[in-house]
């Protein structure tokens, strides 16, 4: 049987530019689009043009794309003619694929925010519409606040969607703006739309204020929407928008909507996702959510022995779809509750062919299960247990050595009479024969260390130049009679692959150092750096 069309919208660049702390440079818009179109999204929202100078320039030209651009703004605002709103003729002028309008659902809003009537309101939608189309551009009238306004007055909410419809626009989509409507609410309403207006001109737009935005897109999807739209990581204003990352698998892996729907996406698009995922975050300049479905570090990590051997002979035990669909992978985690099958298949993940009945398999357990008693924590530090077990069966070359750090914090009265805290790391090494000394400013001690160490390599440098930290996390650790301080980093390479390391020590220096170096070597590890 012929499977039927869905099509998906990606609103990251326009909604999804509503959260706090993120603020796209048009080089940012560029390469999250250019992402977007490589995975296959039929409609990217890039932004409001005539709102900002960046999205303005966005549109100000051409951007060949496979997906179909497209320029959200308001409807011709009341009491005006189309042709004279400045802002709908801004609109109509961008160089987009298509335009989607924002109209207001919900009498209430009509009244209150527009201080218009409902009349005005659909003859808005309509000229705007007609313009767009006299324009030959493809339209979509995104109809805000659709659910509480078709709670509210049904009729009015489904005056507005159907204005647009019967002017020939492509989409309506039922936007849920504030994220308080339910899944089986979701499901009602657009079931009763879906009666009016075909199901292939419907899309849902969901918020996740009760964290049900993607149970609410599939919800509308089952009642005959066939329009999701949403934005990569969930991101969006207060709690975000439905997680196109989270929607996307879920339509391809499981049956229940695989078998129904075909979208865009290609089995090898998907295979990128966990990619895509992390290079939107490395581009905010923030940290992955570990626990993310599908594409998160622990997305598959298991943690319990028994578990792990079972998962070691049949994947299926305990995993609901395979981690290389969505390009994410398999992780046992090697902890205090780990068995020896946890740390064979660790092992076998990294490379390190062993027999399982080599005695070094035990050994290496014992070791983890003694350093984590003191604090380490090498379920988060895959590098650092990868680094010890390296160097328990002698497989880790020597690269250098550190003969001395010194790292000196001072506050003073600048030039300007104010007071500021300057700190400086001065550290000693040896690479071979040659000695290097390395000093560097940081805006703290651990960023001059940092900086310092990776100042000078000597034959080594450019195997770490591609090196980044990521992440720097501190936990106090209240064992035995003294507290001690546990560090784990999170680093990235120019591949795009993360790694985290752990320090644990007394003194949050000593601790940082130890994580520091333990990511240097790592990377050194996997550039393939000769000993
Ligand atoms: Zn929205």
């Known amino acids: 049987m012929a499977r039927e069309r869905l099509y998906l919208f990606d609103t990251t660049l326009r909604d999804g530019a509503q959260m706090n702390g993120v603020d796209f440079t048009l080089a940012d818009k560029l390469v999250i689009a250019r992402m977007l179109d490589e995975l296959g999204i039929d409609y990217i929202e890039a932004g409001y043009p005539g709102a900002n100078p960046t999205d303005t320039n966005f549109f100000a030209e051409r951007r060949p794309m496979q997906s179909r651009l497209t320029a959200f703004g308001m409807t011709r605002r009341p009491g005006r003619s189309a042709s004279n709103d400045p802002g709908l003729v801004a609109l109509l002028d961008a160089k987009a694929d298509a335009i989607c309008f924002v109209a207001k659902a919900w009498d209430y809003h009509v009244r209150v925010a527009l201080e218009t009537t409902e009349e005005e309101m659909l003859a808005s ?44 626009a492509r989409w309506v989509v039922l936007c849920d703006t504030n994220g308080g409507t339910l899944p089986h609410e979701v499901e009602r309403i657009v079931g009763e739309v879906c009666a009016k207006i075909p199901g292939d001109h419907v899309g849902i737009h969901a918020h996740n204020d009760t964290e049900q935005a993607v149970a609410n897109s599939f919800a509308a999807v089952r009642a005959g929407a066939r329009q999701i739209q949403g934005t990569l990581n969930g991101l969006g204003e207060r709690c975000g928008n439905a997680n196109l990352v989270s929607i996307i698998p879920t339509l391809k892996l499981k049956p229940e909507y695989d078998d ?79 068995g020896r099958s946890n740390v064979l298949a660790e092992l076998d993940r990294i490379g390190l062919a062993i027999d399982k009945n080599d005695p070094r398999v035990l050994r290496l ?167």
């Not at 160097?391 to 020597?398: D, F, I, V």
Request: charged share 30%.
């Open 125 to 168: 939608v309509r000229d705007s519409v007609r313009a767009a189309k006299a324009k030959g551009r493809e339209v979509l009238l995104d109809c805000e606040h659709f659910f509480d306004g078709y709670k509210a007055k049904p009729a009015f909410a489904l005056a507005c969607a159907k204005a647009a419809y019967d002017e020939g």
């Open 260 to 338: 129904k729907f075909e979208i865009s996406v290609s089995n090898e698009a998907l295979g990128r996702l966990a990619h895509v995922s992390h290079a939107l975050d490395e581009l905010l300049n923030r940290a992955a959510d570990r626990h993310a479905p599908y594409v998160g570090e622990s997305a598959f990590a298991t943690k319990a022995g028994i578990h792990a051997s079972a998962i070691m002979k049949e994947p299926a035990t305990y995993e609901h779809v395979a981690p290389e669909r969505v390009g994410n992978k398999r992780k046992l985690l090697v902890s205090d509750q780990a």
């Open 365 to 531: 357990l014992d070791e983890v299960k003694e350093r984590e008693a003191t604090g380490y924590a090498y379920e988060a530090a895959d590098a650092s247990f990868d680094l010890l077990a390296r160097r328990l069966l002698g497989q880790l070359p020597h690269y250098f050595d550190v003969e001395k750090f010194d790292v000196n914090v001072e506050q003073r009265n600048n030039a300007k009479g104010e007071r500021i805290t300057v700190s400086q790391a001065v550290v000693k090494l040896k690479v071979g024969d040659d000695e290097f000394i390395s000093v560097a400013e940081g805006i703290g001690p651990v960023n001059a260390l940092d900086l310092a160490l990776r100042k000078d390599l000597g034959k080594y440098q450019s195997f770490i130049t591609g090196l980044e930290l990521t992440d720097y996390r501190v936990r106090i650790l209240n064992g035995g009679t003294q507290a001690v301080t546990r560090v784990l980093i999170e680093s990235t390479d120019e591949t795009g692959d993360r790694w985290t390391t752990v320090g644990v020590s007394p003194n949050i220096i000593d601790a940082s150092f130890q994580a520091l170096m333990d990511s240097i070597v790592y990377k050194l590890v996997k550039s393939g750096a000769p000993a």
